[in-house]
């Protein structure tokens, strides 16, 4: 739902007007500062017992407590421009990803339509008969990849699209799984798909987050790994 827009131009606010006589009062008025310390301090001892009066050490531990205080708030101010300038360096930062390909921890891929939908097949150790599925949203096995023996390591995979008939298929979201023979009994192995950044979001609690093609968002921190295209093949 979008926001409404009232009657006066937009264009109005960026003319100057004079500036008005009488200011809403800021939260820094309220704020006791060093002149005003010392007016209460004068205070104090102007009107302090002369049978009784106040001993240096507690003058002085009136004078470090505000000293620390005044030392905290200044940090504080200080704090909060560095996390700013933080934000804005992180959205520097995280807009050179958009156009990029990212490998994150999901087993489905999106294919456009022309683009391979590439991604990874992670082992602990060596499997024989690796086998690539392709599953359609429907659940069906649309393509099967072999991959042969593959030993430990992270091996890059590339599906073209096509079906078991050969004929592309349509765009959507495709399931990729995979399974081999691991100290000599089949096994489900872990597969990893690469997705298209398309935009990212600063601020908030959650940091960065990257807006992928069609898979949706997803923390920064999640990605294992950034490319600048395809991510190469071992099986198409």
Do not use: C
């Not at 004079?18 to 704020?31: F, I, N, Q, T, V």
């Amino acid at each position: 739902m979008t926001d409404k827009v009232n009657n006066s131009s937009l264009l109005d606010d960026l003319y100057w007007k004079p500036e008005e006589s009488a200011k809403a009062a800021s939260k820094d008025d309220a704020r006791l500062g060093q002149e005003d310390f010392f007016k209460l301090l004068t205070q104090q001892l102007s009107m302090q017992d002369p049978t009784k009066p106040v001993e240096n050490d507690q003058m002085i531990a009136q004078m470090t407590n505000f000293t620390m205080a005044e030392g905290i708030t200044g940090l504080s101010e200080q704090f909060e421009k560095f996390s700013a300038s933080m934000t804005s360096n992180q959205a520097l930062q995280a807009s050179s990803l958009i156009g990029r390909q990212v490998l994150i921890p999901s087993d489905t891929g999106y294919f456009n339509g022309s683009k391979p939908v590439e991604g990874m097949v992670a082992l602990d150790q060596s499997a024989q008969n690796v086998t690539l599925r392709v599953e359609n949203e429907s659940g069906q096995v649309v393509r099967t990849v072999d991959m042969g023996t593959l030993p430990p390591g992270q091996h890059k995979f590339s599906w073209d699209g096509l079906g078991a008939d050969g004929e592309p298929l349509p765009a959507g979201d495709y399931k990729i799984t995979a399974n081999g023979r691991v100290g000599g009994a089949n096994e489900d192995l872990v597969a990893l798909t690469y997705a298209n950044v398309e935009s990212v979001s600063t601020g908030g609690q959650r940091g960065i987050v990257l807006n992928l093609e069609s898979i949706g968002r997803i923390d920064f921190k999640d990605v294992i790994q950034i490319t600048n295209g395809g991510g190469g093949s071992s099986g198409s």
